[in-house]
């Protein structure tokens, strides 16, 4: 019993300490952030996505109730930045200042250690969230996003996940240590598990408003048309991720910590232009 309590307990730290990196959720726990729990954690990495979701959800259903299109997507980009703290465009800014320097290797991985943000991150920045928020201006002002709405619940699972598979399957880019190295232990397991979390909470969202939103004159379809939601994020999410990341792999000779959140802010927004063409190519 009281092994089974023990492990329970370090699962259940490694979940805590998921949603504390990854978001700004009150959760007063004290966690000991050692290598165990950093490569653990990975795993709830896209169950906080689905928390995420959620909360863009209920966030976009009561601006829409008081609010034009206009303003509530920037209110609920500010929302979506906050429930962050900003900590993956920070990451993205950080990218863009090394990348786009076009200096050396090592000169590109030092720029980005800099703790000033420099004007090629500035610009980014400004352009990634104008896409953002003209994808979220779109979504709203379609009315109801033609139904499909909790799309955008889906988008955050699936980036997080590919942070997870981003660890393992590129090497590390700084022989130093930094915050990205906690998660040098992390194994093609811990990315299949990760993997099942996504699917699972997918799964259920997909479910449970196909469930809610079903027309009787096509439920026989249904099925079919939740497992190509299903699939078509899965499957989008890991070949945009791959481009994104060989690419700046390349660059850098591997990825770091701000990479990770550059792959996040950059999948988050292309999974929202694929949804966005998806639900204007239908209306």
Known sequence: MHTTRTVLLDWLRACIAAFQFLTRLPIPVQID???RVFQRSVIFYPLAGFVIGLLLLLADEGLS???PAMPAA???LGFWVVLTGGLHLDGLMDTADGILSHRPREQMLEIMKDSRVGAMGVIVCVLHLLLKFSLLYTLLGTGGMGGVYFLLAIVPIWSRWFMVAAIQGWPYA???SGLGSFFRGVTKWHVTMSGLVALFATTLLVAVFSTWLADPSVISFSLIYDLTIIFSFAIGTSLIGWLLA?????????LTG???GALNELLET????????????HM
Do not use: E, H, N, W
């Open 33 to 35: 952030y050692t290598d």
């Open 65 to 67: 109730l008081v609010l």
């Open 74 to 76: 920037v209110l609920l």
């Open 174 to 176: 700084r022989q130093s």
């Open 246 to 254: 060989t690419y700046i792999s390349r660059k850098l000779g591997g």
């Open 258 to 260: 701000d990479t990770y």
């Open 270 to 281: 292309l999974l929202l232009l694929g949804i966005t063409i998806f639900i204007t190519s």
